[in-house]
């Protein structure tokens, strides 16, 4: 079995979960097995996955693992139908709040009438059903003391008890059924920080295990599924997609198994120094210990050499871009230049400090003095980093410009194929980049390319003067000249829009696979090796009375 490392997927993805979906049809396509495995708790998890087009059975989430809820029928709770112990009186509706307050009839021994919180009842984010998310419960003196928090199916997941003092005690995560099988405990470290302590894990059988970390509760959650999964013929397949996940853990299974390193980013924290700068983060400990998997994967043959070179790893290093064109899509006519949005500017991105999107701003205010109609279209959501600064940059932009009939910033998208087939040229401005699924999708959709010179992927999937142009990093002057030139000479625009149809090819679903099956078969060679280093641990006559374990 293949294996994705993730941590949640959320209704509005990122870049790396739009690559494990892409991957997923892929593999679908071709009738290789996989799951995705997922370590955070989330009680939209499965109303996201079916909004992205996955199955229950693609996903194994670590929470649902262990309460045994990896499938359940939906019900829609309201609250009139939960049972708070007390006997209800009256709700009171909370609009303002998305809520409901539940209250109970006091009548203290001198006759006197009081109503008593008993508990607030949130429901799900624009859920018309008024679909119950969460309670939040009040002892008789008004304290809060719990608050129960429902999977969107319909039932109590999560459990969050309070201290004295206000502050979230302990975490207790339980079954549909209601029998607690994981809790996590919260308490003052030895310099007065208040923090996570533990994790206690209670099987069906009764067994309890406990974890310092949560690192140490998803190594044997992996060790399970590497057991459950395991097979002497075949090896299964671990591809760590969200390194600090589980960086640790795969180097230390107890069975062996095939495992990936994916950069989904630049490896270096400056990725135009990428032989010298320091390390990114996120990718220093994997990258430390690199020798101890059995493959890297990069999405760009530039970011490969990068890492051989500095590296020297004596893993496998495989080039398997993140993205896949849809092989109808090659089929499909191409929508000519003269029948787009005229002078029409595109970018696809968050709203976020690392994408520049101010400068891409600044570049269309200088364009517009040569090319008066020309607008620019940006989608995605908004970063709250330093208080919205990325948007304040994008404004501020647009005031000194005054663009404000010209630029429109609109939230996330899932319509990106129609926004891109609308639109003449598609542009980035980032600092980094780890492939740029948005990049190749407008590509590939016939928008001509413009990019700042960053690694990894633009400078890439844009090949200079033939399907757009590359500039100088934050040079968004030449930006803006490029966009005068193409403006200005319709026939270049719509050679280089020609170009980014065929060029795309290189991103079809063959060529793609065709990467894959070589990581695939590496996997398969190097098994026999694998398992002559290995011996199974001995269990029989360990238990009692001489029996196996």
Not at 14 to 20: P, R, V, W, Y
Request: net charge negative; hydrophobic share 40%.
């Amino acid at each position: 079995m293949i294996f994705f490392i993730n941590a949640n997927i959320q209704k509005n993805r990122s870049g790396i979960e739009h690559a494990e979906l892409k991957r997923a049809a892929l593999f679908r396509d071709h009738r290789e097995p996989f799951k995705i495995l997922l370590q955070e708790w989330s009680p939209l998890l499965h109303e996201n996955i079916a909004d992205a087009g996955l199955d229950d059975h693609d996903i194994i989430n670590m929470f649902d693992y262990f309460q045994g809820t990896e499938t359940v029928s939906e019900q829609i709770i309201h609250a009139e139908d939960i049972d708070f112990g007390v006997p209800i009186d009256s709700y009171e509706e909370d609009s303002e709040h998305n809520r409901t307050l539940a209250f109970r009839t006091i009548k203290s021994s001198d006759g006197q009438i009081r109503q008593q919180l008993v508990a607030r009842v949130n429901f799900f984010k624009e859920s018309v059903e008024k679909r119950v998310a969460s309670t939040e419960m009040f002892d008789g003196f008004g304290n809060l003391y719990a608050v129960n928090f429902y999977d969107f199916r319909g039932f109590v997941s999560l459990i969050q008890w309070y201290t004295q003092d206000n502050k979230i005690g302990t975490e207790s995560w339980q079954t549909p059924a209601g029998r607690v099988v994981l809790e996590s405990f919260n308490k003052n470290d030895a310099v007065g920080k208040y923090e996570k302590s533990g994790w206690r894990l209670i099987e069906k059988n009764g067994t309890v295990y406990n974890f310092q970390t949560i690192e140490e509760l998803t190594k044997y959650f992996l060790d399970l599924i590497n057991e459950t999964y395991f097979d002497k013929q075949k090896p299964n397949i671990f591809i760590l997609d969200r390194s600090h996940l589980a960086d640790w853990a795969l180097q230390n299974l107890k069975k062996p198994a095939y495992t990936v390193i994916h950069l989904h980013n630049s490896q270096a924290g400056d990725p135009n120094d990428e032989q010298h700068s320091v390390l990114n983060n996120h990718y220093e400990y994997v990258l430390w210990n690199a020798n101890r998997y059995d493959a890297i994967i990069s999405a760009t043959h530039k970011q490969s050499r990068d890492v051989a070179a500095r590296f020297k790893p004596a893993c496998k290093l495989f080039t398997i871009p993140v993205g896949v064109i849809p092989s109808e899509q090659f089929d499909q006519a191409h929508i000519l230049m003269k029948d787009r949005q005229s002078h029409k500017v595109v970018a696809l991105a968050r709203i976020a400090p690392e994408k520049r999107l101010n400068e891409l701003v600044k570049a269309v205010g200088i364009a517009r003095k040569e090319v008066p109609d020309i607008s620019l279209d940006l989608y995605g959501y908004r970063d709250g980093t330093d208080n919205f600064k990325a948007y304040r940059d994008i404004q501020t932009a647009v005031h000194d410009f005054g663009l404000e009939k010209v630029v429109n910033v609109h939230d996330y998208t899932t319509e990106v194929a129609k926004v891109e087939k609308q639109a003449q040229i598609f542009a980035v401005t980032s600092i980094m980049e780890g492939f740029n699924l948005s990049m190749m999708e407008g590509l590939s959709q016939g928008d001509v390319g413009l990019t700042y010179d960053v690694n990894y992927g633009p400078n890439e999937l844009v090949v200079d003067d033939e399907n757009g142009y590359i500039v100088p990093y934050g040079d968004y002057r030449m930006l803006a000249q490029k966009m005068i030139y193409l403006f200005s000479h319709p026939d270049q625009l719509q050679q280089k829009s020609d170009r980014a149809y065929e060029l795309s090819r290189r991103y079809s679903e063959q060529n793609v696979w065709t990467a894959w099956q070589a990581l695939l078969d590496d996997a398969q060679s190097s098994w026999s090796t694998k398992m002559m280093c290995y011996a199974d641990p001995i269990l029989a006559g360990l238990a009692e009375n001489g029996e196996a374990l």
